[in-house]
Nanobody
Framework: VQLVESGGGLVQPGGSLRLSCTASGFPFDVYTIGWFRQVPGKEREGIACISSSDGRPGYLDSVKGRFTISSDNDKTTVYLQMNSLKPEDTGVYFC???????????????WGQGTQVTVSS
């Protein structure tokens, strides 16, 4: 399984960024794909995911209303639109995939390499 992220960078507080992740090489027809975030000094946490079967999204409470996850029609490319970014959103964002939605929120089986997002003035 390959997960390739892009779209990270430096943005000012209140700004926006869009992350992309393209998935390939997986044998599952049904899976959950989305984004984890690693903030310095904290454990990696799931922030948004989407199911391939029905497109149902899920979000960490702290990003609801600011972040939106979406995907292309075949669910192999997933996007994370991040608006109203805050300094505490700074971290490394990882694309992650798991065949099971419940397992995804605990620790997905497959990970991308991560992309740095820095929110700073």
């Amino acid at each position: 399984v390959q997960l390739v992220e892009s779209g990270g960078g430096l943005v000012q507080p209140g700004g926006s960024l869009r992350l992309s992740c393209t998935a390939s090489g997986f044998p599952f027809d049904v899976y959950t794909i989305g984004w984890f975030r690693q903030v310095p000094g904290k454990e990696r946490e799931g922030i948004a995911c989407i199911s391939s079967s029905d497109g149902r999204p899920g979000y960490l409470d702290s990003v609801k209303g600011r972040f939106t996850i979406s995907s292309d029609n075949d669910k192999t490319t997933v996007y994370l639109q991040m608006n109203s970014l805050k300094p505490e959103d700074t971290g490394v964002y990882f694309c992650a995939l798991d065949p099971d939605r419940g397992s995804w929120w605990i620790y997905p089986w497959h990970w991308g390499q991560g992309t740095q997002v820095t929110v700073s003035s």
